[in-house]
């Protein structure tokens, strides 16, 4: 069944975003030159905005060279886009999902499908098959499991999951010197009631950015507070 959509104001979304250039090899080691000279040829139209271009050549390669999970990923990416370059507000999200998961069928470890999979998933408000994705790429770790303990945790704030959420984003080291943890932590402080503790967090998320728009948001919540 699917989820109602997330309130997603603090989801992570640079990770893995990149068109992979070079990536992949083909199975005939005679054919490198050619391979790799259309790659980098449907990187350069996707990365030009052109992912129409793109698509068709990725399609083609992935005929071509069936097996290469770097090119079903890049086929995937272009999707994710609409005609005016907005991420996840393209026509085609389902086929971006269909292609990183084929991608994963070759290469169960190819961690930045797994993520934009995630993403996609997340963004179409498909919580349960976007947590899943971001479980398995916590146990990871790296950067991208820590981006998807942070985006786990959004899902699980979501579904009322508060003590949950707040478990894996205190997993770690460096918890509080991360902004953006610190902005979710005090978000769920607020909704526990948990006045005191709300206050301390925004504080601190206060002090790890100068970004004015993060900031006035500090600002704005611990003025509520303050009055509550």
Known sequence: MKSRPARRSFLVTAA??????NAAAPRAETATAVFTAALDEGVGFARGGDRKKASETFLKLA??????????????????????GNRYRGDNL?????????????DAGFSPARFNVAMVWHKLGYLEEAAR????????????????EYNLALILKEKGLAKEAEEILTQGEGT??????????????????????????????LALTDDPALNALAVKHLQALRGY
Do not use: C, H, M
């Open 94 to 106: 389902n086929l971006a999902v269909s292609y990183y998961q084929q991608a994963l069928a070759l």
């Open 16 to 21: 893995a975003a990149a068109f992979l250039l």
């Open 176 to 205: 509080y010197d991360d902004v953006s943890r610190v902005r979710l932590l005090a978000l769920l402080a607020e909704d526990a009631g948990e006045v005191g503790r709300a206050i301390r967090l925004w504080k601190r998320a």
């Open 133 to 148: 994705e971001y479980r398995l790429l916590a146990r990871e770790g790296g950067d991208l499991g820590r981006r998807a």
């Open 63 to 84: 005929a071509e060279y069936p097996g290469e999970p770097a090119i079903l990923y890049n086929l995937a990416l272009t999707y994710e886009f609409d005609e005016d």
